[in-house]
């Protein structure tokens, strides 16, 4: 069918003719509200809020603020890519924050050094054996634990027809209490040098966006993503369809499992230090981002490009906060805000479709 | 339809029976039981290939029991089904698909937020690249199929790309058919394809059938529309308390509603089925 955009007998399908993606929306309020900070800049604080009004930089941007935003939400953002598939199922994980804190305890415990200037390590949870290992032991070790957190978390979920809501809040207490029984809470810091490079600079928003993009990719391209959306979107006409919903939910949870895991390592790496209250909320953050993102929580709809814009809202919110010079309370308070108003949005949104039919 | 069976013969679903008669379904003293509720009794039904029988009778009467069990919803407790020469006992849904048998569900079973394509190819969908489950999806090959199907079943829809909750009732219902016709099925069953649907749009999905009545692909059609059953079907079976009570040929065109009605409601009986009442 070399001709686009007609078919057969007058059929169409014109990629042109199809609806504007809610993504666009999304890209207009991270505009918008860039915008307003650069207004409340201009007359309450005399200056620039992205661009570089001081001349202190090369370019025309204001380069540190910029790395700022996206440094501050990469992390969360690798948090939220999971979430992002799991509610497109059709389901939310409550988890990921507890999942962090457990992983970055136990994946540091196997990345620390013998020895912090000439004396043994003071933190050490190992015997020697177990020191100045390669970096991709507790790389692995950390992501297994992601994994078997997703796993129990999809099992629970698929089948033993628990709601969702309740296996992953059973998970978030859960995992948080091992991350504190694992150490009786005491931190471990002093990773190797290449445990922390994973960590240090810009890394986490390169590994951020290799991720999103990766992500973007498989929930666009492959079966995984047509039938994680289908799941979400009708889960009876998905059996009917012969999918194995069940499995297909234990693969979901798994992923998004891991990528907290994943997040765990940048965190702790970044760090030099894990403890057991690490990640404490950063899966409602995660899911503010993706819901901030146009994904429903009704299931079926939004993409990894929400998310990602998102995350860079969120990102843009705290830094014009921090801008502005405001409390920090008043960031939480507006950031409860800004969840609720994305879902009546999103409410809103679904009953205009739905009036339509 | 002698063309359309080679054609699909040659296709990667076999459409050839192994069996040499023309039955392409029948059951056998099919029965079903929820406890001590007997909700099918010793059904005895025949299909023959191209052949497109409505299936009525009140609400209760076990029309919908007895598709149940055709189509692996559910297990019978006794009694035989013979799909294409096979002697056959569906676990599930998706073994009576993968058979041949394509269900469209009162209920639609389709993913509103996903197109008209995805929907096709819900749970089959056409890859370029193997890769386990994140296999890479073929969509250029799936809406080349999709307009195919859509052009087989006569289906107009204007943007197969819109999602399906964009559309309306009919066009939901089209597609939802013309899902059964893209993979060569063997036997379509629809249960009250149009009660939910406009005139216009009434109209749309019996022009379908028609188009299915003349390539030769079996039907069978629940329905409480008396006008539809005598347009669109050569037999009516009616149900009654779970049996079978009256198997009528319409094709001559000398059966009137009201005949087919006193069926329904018990005030006549076929003779043939006397242990029914």
Request: glycine letters at 10%; one cysteine or more; a neutral charge.
């Amino acid at each position: 069918m070399s001709e686009s955009t007609h078919g057969i007998g007058g059929l169409t399908f014109d990629a042109k003719k199809r609806a504007r993606p809610p993504e666009l929306n999304v890209l207009f309020a991270l505009i918008l509200i860039i915008g307003v900070f650069e207004l409340l800049g201009a007359f309450l604080m005399g200056q620039s809020f992205l661009f570089d009004s001081a001349d202190r930089f090369d370019s025309f941007l204001n380069e540190a603020r910029l790395k700022i935003i996206i440094l501050q939400v990469s992390i969360i953002g690798i948090i939220a890519i999971g979430s992002t598939q799991v509610i497109i199922s059709g389901g939310i994980d409550l988890s990921p924050g507890s999942v962090v804190g457990l992983t970055a305890m136990i994946a540091m415990s196997f990345a620390q050094v013998a020895e912090v200037n000439g004396n043994p390590n003071p933190k050490a949870v190992f015997g020697p054996a177990w020191m100045d290992l390669p970096a991709i032991v507790p790389l692995v070790v950390g992501l297994s634990v992601g994994i078997a957190a997703g796993l129990i978390n999809g099992l629970l979920i698929a089948y033993t027809r628990i709601p969702p809501f309740i296996a992953t809040l059973g998970m978030m207490v859960t995992a948080r209490g091992a991350a504190k029984w694992w150490t009786k809470g005491q931190p471990v810091s002093f990773p190797t040098e290449g445990y922390a490079s994973i960590g240090q600079g810009m890394m986490p928003v390169l590994l951020f966006i290799l991720l999103a993009v990766l992500f973007a990719l498989i929930l666009r391209f492959t079966v995984y993503g047509k039938r994680t959306y289908a799941i979400g979107s009708n889960e009876d006409a998905a059996r009917m369809s012969g999918i194995n919903v069940a499995r297909h939910k234990v693969l979901v949870y798994t992923i998004a499992g891991a990528l907290a895991a994943f997040a765990a390592v940048v965190l702790s790496a970044k760090n030099l230090t894990a403890q057991a209250g690490m990640g404490v909320m950063y899966e409602l953050d995660a899911i503010a981002m993706t819901v901030i993102g146009g994904v429903s929580l009704a299931g079926g709809r939004g993409s990894i490009v929400g998310t990602v814009l998102g995350a860079l809202i969120f990102g843009v919110i705290i830094s014009g906060f921090t801008f502005l010079r405001l409390d920090a309370y008043y960031q939480e308070m507006v950031k409860g805000a800004i969840i609720v108003g994305a879902v009546v949005l999103d409410q809103w949104r679904q009953g205009r479709m739905a009036a339509k039919m | 339809m002698s063309d359309l069976q080679t054609n699909i013969s040659s296709g990667e679903f076999p459409h050839d029976a192994p069996g040499t008669s023309d039955v392409i379904l029948e059951t056998r003293g099919l029965t079903k039981h929820y406890g001590g509720v007997h909700a099918l009794e010793n059904a005895n039904f025949t299909l023959r290939k191209g052949e497109h029988v409505a299936i009525m009778g009140d609400n209760g009467a076990g029309k919908s029991t007895f598709v149940r069990q055709i189509t692996g919803v559910e297990q019978f407790t006794r009694g035989e089904i013979i799909f294409d020469g096979k002697n056959v006992k569906f676990e599930n849904p998706m073994e009576a698909r993968q058979a041949g048998i394509e269900t469209v569900f009162q209920t639609l079973a389709l993913a509103d937020q996903l197109d008209v394509p995805d929907n096709l190819f819900l749970g089959r969908e056409l890859v370029k690249f193997k890769l386990g489950p994140f296999s890479i999806l073929d969509y250029k090959a799936m809406r080349e199929r999709t307009m195919e199907a859509l052009v087989k079943t006569g289906v107009k829809i204007p943007n197969i790309r819109g999602t399906i909750e964009r559309m309306s009732g009919g066009q939901r219902q089209c597609v939802a058919i013309a899902r059964t016709a893209t993979f060569h099925s063997k036997l379509t069953i629809m249960d009250e394809p149009t009660a939910a649907l406009g005139v216009q749009e009434t109209a749309q999905v019996e022009n379908i059938i028609r188009t299915l009545k003349e390539q030769g692909e079996p039907l069978i059609l629940i329905s409480h529309n008396m006008r539809q059953v005598m347009d669109l079907c050569d037999r009516i079976v009616v149900f009654r308390r779970g049996r079978i009570c009256a198997d009528i040929d319409i094709t001559a065109g000398d059966v009137t509603g009201e005949e087919v009605v006193a069926y329904i409601t018990g005030a006549k009986t076929q003779p043939q089925f006397e242990d029914a009442a």
